[in-house]
Nanobody, 121 residues
């Protein structure tokens, strides 16, 4: 199972950016997907998560600015980042809690390689 992130890059403060993360492999079902981030010298923190049923959770610092959504048919999660602030800069990691066929049904936690978000002020 693999998570492939895309959409990171340079964004101006106050602007918008959209991250995508696609899960591929012998996936039977996905429990939830989400995004964490890590800024230099800081601990990794929750940005947002979403269950396959659509229930969402957000970190306090991104509430009302970021929106997470999931395309269940394509095993893809999106993070729409609006009103971006300099403190939003960092490496964003996609994660998934899912069931895979290996070859029997096995529950796995998977992480992506990360995508860098840089914010110019």
């Amino acid at each position: 199972v693999q998570l492939v992130e895309s959409g990171g890059g340079l964004v101006q403060a106050g602007g918008s950016l959209r991250l995508s993360c696609a899960a591929s492999g012998n996936i039977l079902s996905i429990n939830n997907m989400g995004w964490d981030r890590q800024a230099p010298g800081m601990q990794r923190e929750l940005v947002a998560s979403i269950t396959s049923g659509g229930r969402t959770k957000y970190g306090e610092s991104v509430k009302d600015r970021f929106t997470i959504s999931m395309d269940n048919a394509n095993n893809t999660v999106y993070l729409q980042m609006n009103l971006v602030k300099p403190d939003d800069a960092g490496v964003y990691y996609c994660n998934a809690d899912l069931w895979v066929d290996e070859p029997t049904s096995t529950r796995r936690g998977v992480w992506g390689q990360g995508t860098l978000v840089t914010v110019s002020s």
